[in-house]
């Protein structure tokens, strides 16, 4: 398997892939290099300040974004390794910080503090 391929069993929960093109907010454009939410399963991801706005619609399931994610390419940084002496030796799940579900298809990522913080621990409070 070559090292830049985007199909792999961990892929959904591996700390290791990373994006080619620096993604923007899917609701006001604005290029998204620090906090951001991100939604997995309905293809979107917003900027802080668009989430805090729109936290009581996301939260209830309406919020419809002004665009979603296309064409997103995403790498491995480090495929070759992951097999090396130790199977899946740098695989890092990706979990609530908090709560420590497995890869919340809803999550805030709190970038200033290297968390990622599933939507229900972020409406309760916890993790800011």
Known sequence: ???????????????????????????????????????????????????????????AGTFIPATYIEGERRVCLKYALCFAEQPYGLYKPKICDICGQLAPPEHYHDISKNIRICLTCYRAGRGR
């Open 1 to 59: 398997m070559p090292a830049t391929t985007p199909e792999c069993d961990r892929a959904a929960y591996c700390l290791n892939f990373w994006l080619i093109e620096r993604p923007t907010c899917n609701e006001c454009d604005a290029l998204i290099n620090m906090n951001h939410f991100h939604h997995t399963l309905k293809g979107y991801r917003i900027c802080h300040d668009c989430f805090e706005k729109n936290l009581a619609a996301i939260a």
